[in-house]
T-cell receptor
Framework: DAKTTQPNSMESNEEEPVHLPCNHS???????IHWYRQLPSQGPEYVIHGLTSNVNNRMASLAIAEDRKSSTLILHRATLRDAAVYYC??????????????FGKGTLLTVNP | DTEVTQTPKHLVMGMTNKKSLKCEQHMGHRAMYWYKQKAKKPPELMFV???????INESVPSRFSPECPNSSLLNLHLHALQPEDSALYLCASSLGTGLSQNTEAFFGQGTRLTVV
């Protein structure tokens, strides 16, 4: 399985932007970069995903490096409700086990009021 | 309806009991997943079903037995569990496994299992 590396924890202040980094130097050409988050006592929740181009949705933005070996999840204005563990996951397609969604350790984001 | 519903929410069972966890989705998803999550750890993949067929078993002990009776339902049958099997069991679903189906997975809220 392609691996990702994330900082164990990060801290932010409310209403400030947050940039959560992820390194994935062994990414293959067909791996999509997915981000999920898990709030306390809840199941994981999809945040965003992309392949090569930067992506935006109502929750966040995903900036993907040109060589695809790293990416950054951007929360534009952190709120207290964004405090969670954020997981960066590489997900392939097609046969075998490429499409597994395998969680790494993630980044625990703390948001200060 | 974008929900994955898991029942029961909490379950306490003895080591000689047989119980089942249930997961249901009505989004037309054809890939369904079971995960196990211990406290302060990331979810660990157990099983994947694709089009109602078991496609991935991550070397899970046979005391856990998955079943996919139809495209909307996923069960996890439990028998002779150990206290160390106590964990949060999460179900998830996604559209499928093909190139055009690399979309998001939806997770249920989990079943908190305690084995005594």
């Amino acid at each position: 399985d392609a691996k990702t590396t994330q900082p164990n924890s990060m801290e932010s202040n409310e209403e400030e932007p947050v940039h959560l980094p992820c390194n994935h130097s062994t990414i293959s050409g067909t791996d999509y970069i997915h981000w999920y988050r898990q709030l306390p006592s809840q199941g994981p929740e999809y945040v965003i995903h992309g392949l090569t181009s930067n992506v935006n949705n109502r929750m966040a933005s995903l900036a993907i490096a040109e060589d695809r070996k790293s990416s950054t999840l951007i929360l534009h204005r952190a709120t207290l409700r964004d405090a969670a563990v954020y997981y960066c996951i590489l997900r392939g397609v097609g046969g075998g086990s490429n499409y597994k969604l395998t969680f790494g350790k993630g980044t625990l984001l703390t948001v200060n009021p | 309806d974008t929900e994955v519903t898991q029942t029961p929410k909490h379950l306490v069972m003895g080591m000689t009991n047989k119980k089942s966890l249930k997961c249901e989705q009505h989004m037309g998803h054809r890939a369904m997943y079971w995960y196990k999550q211990k406290a302060k750890k990331p979810p660990e993949l157990m099983f994947v079903y694709s089009y109602e067929k078991l496609s991935i078993n991550e070397s899970v002990p046979s005391r856990f037995s998955p079943e996919c009776p139809n495209s909307s339902l996923l069960n996890l049958h439990l028998h002779a569990l150990q206290p160390e099997d106590s964990a949060l069991y999460l179900c998830a679903s996604s559209l499928g496994t093909g190139l055009s189906q690399n979309t998001e997975a939806f997770f249920g809220q989990g079943t908190r299992l305690t084995v005594v």
